[in-house]
């Protein structure tokens, strides 16, 4: 089968759209005819090299699949042939008291398509049954695609981690990005104001009309701290949203008010904030981290999708052949929203 893979870390030139093995379905999996893949960030990463990470060669990326369920292994029941699935992103033990109480992304095994693990940017893909998750019935594939790992990861963050109230002051970093374009979606779900960021003013429009944000500050020509004190008449926010890391870290922590919550889950920009120890304990702030969240995040979220409440965000569409331009485009922040690869 054609998969994108690196054989080694560095540039986009490092993408290669290759041949490789068909898959492996042993007796608890089930093979995907991969119709989508959406990219996220993290292919980025994997595809530079990140520190401590033992992948082996050919490493296939993607973390973000839908398809058609094309084989079952013998173990496998209650999931047809020609079903259309979404592929949940982590893989987990399925075993150990997370796994068996819900809370499934503190599995110490947990792994990530894609990441550590082979992703599913390829023409087939085989999965545990567990990771199947069905298809929302009113979405393309491509639409499908883009609603795993960035839903998943806005979800837990606010609902789980933050856990979101109505009327709350929500402001979400990077309205452009996927994680950002979900949050100010379900932010909005739950009746909070959202406050977002982007870097054009172009974005700042579509982050209000597209996905409901009520105000939208262009982080290069304003100071977002700044306007968002004017837009708050000095209170704060409730809740910040954010993956930039290290070049917003000290304005997000004076953005909040007291009491306030920021929930992190990257570091985009660079991984060393600096924090004024005394904000937090004098105005009882919370720091709170988050990776992905569980598999039941997804089956909510696939609830809302299905009522057209949430919605996919497709920047744009290319063949797998074209991976290294979906790479480019992300890299130099040209996006809005996901980038989707379908099997060429």
């Known amino acids: 089968m054609k998969a994108v893979v690196v054989y080694e ?28 893949c959406a990219m996220n960030h993290l292919d980025v990463w994997v595809r530079k090299g990140l520190p401590h990470l033992k992948i082996k060669y050919p490493h296939v990326l993607g973390s973000d699949i839908s398809g058609i369920v094309a084989k079952v292994g013998k173990d496998v029941r209650g999931i047809e042939i020609g079903t259309h699935v979404l592929v949940s992103p982590g893989l987990t033990c399925g075993r150990c008291v997370y796994c068996l109480s819900g809370r499934d992304n503190l599995c110490r095994e947990y792994a990530i398509l894609g990441e550590n693990t082979p992703g ?64 100010i979606q379900i932010a909005k779900l739950f009746g909070a104001t959202v406050i977002t960021t982007a870097g054009t003013d172009e974005k700042v429009e579509k982050a209000k009309s597209l996905l409901g944000a009520d105000y939208g500050i262009n982080y290069k020509t304003q100071d977002f701290l700044s306007e968002l004190r004017k837009i708050t008449q000095k209170r704060g926010v409730d809740i910040i949203i954010d993956h930039t890391g290290e070049v917003n870290w000290e304005k997000n922590i004076l953005s909040l008010t007291m009491g306030g919550r920021m929930v992190v889950c990257g570091s985009t920009s660079g991984y060393e904030g600096k924090t004024d120890i005394r904000q937090v304990f004098f105005r009882r702030l919370s720091i709170l981290g988050s990776t992905m969240g569980s598999k039941s995040d997804l089956f909510e979220v696939i609830k809302h999708v299905e009522s057209r409440r949430l919605k996919p965000v497709v920047y744009k569409i290319l063949p797998m052949s074209q991976a290294q331009e979906g790479h480019r485009l992300m890299e130099n922040r040209d996006v809005f929203g996901k980038i989707v690869l379908v099997p060429s």
């Open 120 to 183: 599913g940017c390829s023409e087939y893909f085989s999965v545990p049954k567990e990771n199947i998750l069905p298809m929302p019935k009113n979405v393309s594939f491509e639409e499908g695609a883009s609603i795993p790992l960035v839903f998943l990861t806005a979800w837990h963050m606010l609902v789980t981690r933050a856990e979101i109230k109505p009327g709350e002051v929500v402001l979400v970093q990077a309205a452009g990005s996927g994680v950002g374009s979900a949050a």
């Open 9 to 36: 870390h560095g540039g986009i030139e490092k993408l290669i759209y290759d041949e490789i093995p068909d898959p492996e379905v042993r007796a608890n999996d089930v093979l995907v005819q991969v119709k989508a």
